[in-house]
């Protein structure tokens, strides 16, 4: 079955595609880009490097930006996925939602009136195992935005590894954040994965934070060999 | 030991992550399972098994409707059984009930019609269907949406469907059917 994957370059559209590519044929990325910060629906933080990652994964990528006006913008997630399935005759969608049905019932509509499959990978699946499957496929994420208490700027561009993972877990203990961020609480961009031909190099960052919200923006940023 | 039977179109299926995963990490805290295509099931895994649950499955995958022969087992069987989403249609089409066009995707208002052991009270659970189960003779009707029969229950059997996914926001139902049902 041809897929197109619901690609933001976070580390939640990239396992799902890890996932769909392992069973079925993918053969496009689809790629919202918002003008909102605070987009329901979409991740925002550095979202230009997905072209990078689409290079290093070897795939075709349909962009599409948005306002991000709430229900607007998904009309504008229904014209890409259209135009995807159009342009890349796929027959189903991939997205990452773990836990939000906000996000997966309005794909889901989407995908029924356009009369595609959809498939949620990683939906359901424990939050804890997800980040610790990244550890073990070799995944280097690093956190790219942060929006809730008590996260602060120490966490912008740390990689994930066991130690920020068990701090995430304390948190949901602690203040109920979920520690892959389904609720918006964090955002990551992956650097590398398994299905990479080369790795993601940055050249060149700032931070942006105020309180218990920023971003990691990457200004510069290349592909480099494996 | 509960037997999870994998009803997505294939073996192996991208599917079974979503549909199948999701009931098995529930299933687990409370007792031993195991899982097996609707293809692959045999007499010995019906005999090892003390319950059984029919997974969902993806909203356009219908496979298990063309498939019924697979399904005969349902007729005899003693042993309780749940249908979920494809699995509440396909046992429903196998005592004989008739499937009809029924679109709900999302949270969706649960009226209860009679008290039963799955849940009490009225709720809201997540709808993933393009099709539900007419009433007929060989069903109880024990909860229903605005559209369509959401809970039923065989009427001399311990089989019995549910048209949402437990698994996404009601597990209390899948954990019920397993300790108490």
Redesign the interface.
């Known amino acids: 079955m041809r897929l197109g994957v619901l690609f933001s370059g976070g580390k939640d559209s990239t396992l799902a595609l890890h996932y769909a590519a392992e069973k079925e044929e993918v053969v496009c990325l689809i790629t919202i880009v918002s003008k909102n910060l605070e987009s329901f629906m979409y991740h925002t933080p550095n979202i230009e490097v997905t072209s990078l990652q689409a290079e290093a994964l070897g795939l075709p990528q349909l962009t599409k930006t948005t306002e991000g006006e709430k229900e607007k913008e998904l009309l504008d997630l229904e014209d890409a996925i259209s135009q995807a399935a159009e342009k890349f005759k796929i027959e189903g969608l991939v997205t990452g939602a773990i836990e939000s049905v906000y996000q997966a019932e309005r794909v889901q509509r989407i995908c029924y009136r356009l009369g595609l499959w959809c498939f949620n990978p990683l939906w359901k699946h424990d939050q804890k195992a997800l980040l610790e499957k990244l550890l073990e496929k070799q995944y280097e994420v690093i956190i790219s935005g942060i929006f809730a208490y008590p996260l602060d700027e120490k966490w912008l561009g740390k990689q994930i590894d066991t130690k920020l993972i068990n701090r995430l877990v304390n948190l949901q203990l602690k203040y109920g954040i979920s520690p892959s961020g389904e609720g918006g609480e964090i955002e990551t961009t992956v650097l590398d994965a398994p299905q990479f031909k080369k790795k993601i190099e940055i050249l060149d960052s700032t931070i942006e934070a105020r309180g218990n919200s920023g971003v990691f923006n990457i200004k510069r940023a290349r592909l480099v060999p494996k | 030991m509960i037997l999870i039977v994998d009803m997505n179109w294939k073996k192996?299926?991208?599917?079974f992550?979503?549909f199948v995963?999701?009931i098995a990490?529930v299933a687990q805290k409370l007792d031993n399972y195991f899982v097996r295509h609707y293809f692959d099931l045999t007499d010995e895994d019906l005999k090892e098994c003390d319950r059984i649950i029919l997974s969902g499955t993806?909203?356009?995958?219908t496979a298990t409707l063309s498939h019924l022969e697979k399904f005969r087992w349902l007729k005899e069987t003693e042993k309780p059984v749940l249908g979920i989403c494809a699995g509440m249609e396909t046992l429903g089409m196998v005592f004989g009930a008739r499937l009809v066009k029924c679109?709900e995707?999302?949270?969706t208002p649960i009226t209860n019609i009679t008290e039963n052991p799955l849940l009490s009270g009225d709720y809201t659970a997540?709808s993933?269907h393009?099709y539900c189960v007419e009433a007929s003779g060989i069903f109880e009707v024990w909860a229903q949406s605005k559209k369509c029969i959401q809970v039923m229950k065989h009427k001399n059997k311990k089989i019995c469907g549910v048209l949402f996914h437990p698994?996404?926001?009601n597990p209390e139902i899948l954990k019920r059917f397993i300790t108490v049902f």
């Open positions: 192996d299926s991208i599917g992550y979503e995963l999701p990490a993806a909203l356009k995958d679109v995707i999302g949270m997540y993933l393009s698994e996404v926001r």
